[in-house]
Nanobody, 119 residues
C-alpha cells in the first residue's frame, strides 16, 4: 500500500507563505489524481486542491488565487504552495489519492501537517 507523508507545516503570520510537501513511497503521481485536504478544529475535512494525472487542477473557492498545487513525478512528491495565508487557513493538512475532482479521497489518511496562521 502506498504511504504518503506530509511535511512543511508550521506557524506563520497572516499574509505569509508556506510550501507543503507530500512524499509518496511509490511512483503514483503520473497514474492517479491526488489532492490536498484540510481539517480545522471542530470542522469536517474539506478539499483544498486537486491535480489529475494529466495535470488538470481544481481548487476550493476559498483558496483560489492564493494556493497552487503541483507535483514532481521524478521525486514522487506533490506540493501545495500557500501564499497570502489567512487565520482561517489554520488546519491540519493532508494529502491523499483522490477522484479526479478531488471530492473523494481514495487512500489511507496519514498524520498530516499542522498549519497555524496567527499574529
Amino acid at each position: 500500500q502506498v504511504q504518503l507523508v506530509e511535511s512543511g507545516g508550521g506557524l506563520v503570520q497572516p499574509g505569509g507563505s508556506l510550501r507543503l510537501s507530500c512524499a509518496a513511497s511509490e511512483s503514483i503521481f503520473s497514474i492517479y489524481a491526488m489532492a490536498w485536504y484540510r481539517q480545522a478544529p471542530g470542522k469536517q475535512r474539506e478539499l483544498v486542491a486537486a491535480i489529475t494525472s494529466g495535470g488538470t487542477t481544481n481548487y476550493a473557492d476559498s483558496v483560489k488565487g492564493r494556493f497552487t498545487i503541483s507535483r514532481d513525478n521524478a521525486k514522487n512528491t506533490m506540493y501545495l504552495q500557500m501564499n497570502s495565508l489567512k487565520p482561517e487557513d489554520t488546519a491540519v493538512y493532508y494529502c491523499n489519492v483522490a477522484s479526479p475532482d478531488g471530492l473523494f479521497a481514495c487512500g489511507t489518511w496519514g498524520q498530516g501537517t499542522q498549519v497555524t496562521v496567527s499574529a
